[in-house]
Nanobody
Framework: QVQLVESGGGLVQAGGSLRLSCTASGRTFSSYGMGWFRQAPGKEREFVAAISRSGTTTDYADSVKGRFTISRDNAKNTVYLQMNSLKPEDTAGYYC????????????????????WGHGTQVTVSS
């Protein structure tokens, strides 16, 4: 089992930046593809970004491409989400998730394919 703890959320002005971190417990972090999702009040939880076990494959939602970057440090059991040029519509709870994947280069973009979830961190972008 994996426990995930997110940090780094907060209040930022439009155009600003934040870096979210998600640290996993256990010794098998490198066995999991990782993803970030977000959920705004009254909306479905949506895919933001994903990274493969090896870190060689990434994918992003169209709404964040060119502004957000996902990365991971397997030695630190941590995945990051660097968020630049933030917009008010990025305001949401951000959730880290881990997925068992069969191959090191595989990523998952569907929330139903993830096995473990963190409790989330709030990001609020003011206009």
């Amino acid at each position: 089992q994996v426990q995930l703890v997110e940090s780094g959320g907060g209040l930022v002005q439009a155009g600003g930046s934040l870096r979210l971190s998600c640290t996993a417990s256990g010794r098998t972090f490198s066995s999991y593809g990782m993803g970030w999702f977000r959920q705004a009040p009254g909306k479905e939880r949506e895919f933001v970004a994903a990274i493969s076990r090896s870190g060689t494959t990434t994918d992003y939602a169209d709404s964040v491409k060119g502004r957000f970057t996902i990365s991971r440090d397997n030695a630190k059991n941590t995945v990051y989400l660097q968020m630049n040029s933030l917009k008010p519509e990025d305001t949401a709870g951000y959730y880290c998730a881990a997925a068992v994947t069969p191959w090191p280069w595989i990523i998952r973009v569907n929330r139903n394919e993830y096995d473990y979830w963190g409790h989330g961190t709030q990001v609020t972008v003011s206009s």
